[in-house]
């Protein structure tokens, strides 16, 4: 397993009249985050908040291209992002203890913060269709170029972790500088990784690790 120290980019916030940052997710466009009441879009580029909808956002978020998922308690809202309107919900695996969020292959991949797993599930049913194990406590949960990372926070120390898919054996850390934790995690699609700041009420860019091409 390879170990480095992450590389944090920039710092967004804290955001007026919000002490904590739950779920993060990118459209391309916005950062997204949760923060309990509402779920919040925010320009990467200028780190100012655009929007924000009214709807109960406690844990993870996510993005299939077209609708915002946001964790609720003990459930998964699917969400207009045009109108702020929730279309449908389904069951969070495990009840109320699901933290990160993440869309890939078509499905949602679900962190479940205490059990130490992400279940991969319908988006439609809500159904468990896989489950990797980890040894540390899950918040955050993305998939970027075929690689699955997640973020842990445990006796107040945060890393990203890339795993394996199928076994869920860590394949590379990315240790977070002491005092940085982390609870929802995003990929932009490329160098950067979007980092929920917990009760810091930030996000943090971090570098994505690049790998050469193999010959």
């Known amino acids: 397993m390879r170990r480095a ?7 967004y916030g804290p955001f007026p009249g919000i002490p ?6 990118f459209d391309g466009e916005h950062v997204w985050f949760a923060s309990g009441d509402n779920l919040n879009a925010v320009d990467p580029a200028s780190g100012k908040p655009v929007r924000s909808i009214d709807v109960a956002a406690h844990a993870g978020s996510a993005f299939d291209g077209k609708h915002l998922y946001q964790l609720a ?3 998964i809202q699917r969400i207009d992002p045009d109108t702020g309107r929730v279309l449908s919900t389904i069951p969070a695996p495990s009840g109320s203890g699901s933290s990160g969020l993440a869309w890939a292959e078509g499905t949602l991949w679900v962190g479940q913060y ?8 319908d988006p439609d049913t809500g159904a468990v269709l896989r489950t990797i194990e980890s040894n540390r406590f899950v918040t955050g949960v993305t998939w970027v170029d075929g690689e699955l990372w997640h973020a842990t926070l445990e006796d107040s120390e945060s890393e990203l972790r890339r795993v394996d898919p199928e076994s869920g054996d860590v394949l590379e850390s990315l240790e977070m500088p002491a005092g940085m934790n982390v ?3 995003e990929s932009d699609g490329g160098d950067r990784f979007f980092c929920g700041g917990a009760r810091g009420g930030k996000i943090r860019a971090v570098r994505r690790p690049r790998r050469a091409a193999s010959r």
């Open 5 to 11: 120290t992450a590389e944090v980019l920039r710092e």
């Open 20 to 25: 904590q940052v739950h779920g993060v997710t």
């Open 73 to 75: 308690a003990d459930r």
């Open 114 to 121: 205490r059990d130490r797993k992400i279940h991969q599930i």
């Open 183 to 185: 609870s929802g995690l």
